[in-house]
């Protein structure tokens, strides 16, 4: 991330933050790490939304159990990237990548999104 302006609510969730497991010949998942991991790329990027309800009675805060108003959230599957650049987002946003081929790659330039995979 850089020189990223966050006045809300931003989640970035990855499968594989640290690597991929495979299997060895004694049927352990092996941790192979930083072979096939989610990328999350964000360069000169502002995020506007209403983001948590503060004032909400159901939020427990040390579990990280709070009611958001909007957010923006970027879920990456297996070895899938995003990736956005100089761009506004005003939005309540979700974003799900799930690997199509071997990788699927969303790029955000200038609030069009380009798919390719």
């Known amino acids: 991330m850089l020189n990223l302006k966050l006045d809300g609510s931003l989640i970035i969730l990855a499968d594989n933050i640290m690597g991929s497991t495979k299997k060895n010949k004694n049927g352990e998942q092996i941790l192979h790490y930083g072979v096939r991991c989610g990328r999350c790329r964000l360069q000169n990027v502002k995020i506007v939304n209403e983001g948590i309800n503060w004032?909400?009675?159901?939020?427990?805060?040390?579990?990280?159990?709070?009611?958001?108003?909007?957010?923006?959230?970027?879920?990456?599957?297996?070895?899938?990237?995003?990736?956005?650049?100089?761009?506004?987002?005003?939005?309540?946003?979700?974003?799900?990548?799930?690997i199509v081929h071997n990788s699927l790659f969303f790029v955000l330039f200038s609030d069009h999104l380009v798919l390719s995979g």
């Open 55 to 98: 004032i909400s009675p159901s939020n427990v805060y040390w579990k990280h159990d709070v009611e958001r108003s909007e957010s923006v959230k970027i879920i990456l599957h297996g070895n899938a990237e995003f990736e956005a650049k100089d761009v506004v987002l005003k939005v309540q946003l979700s974003i799900n990548s799930t």
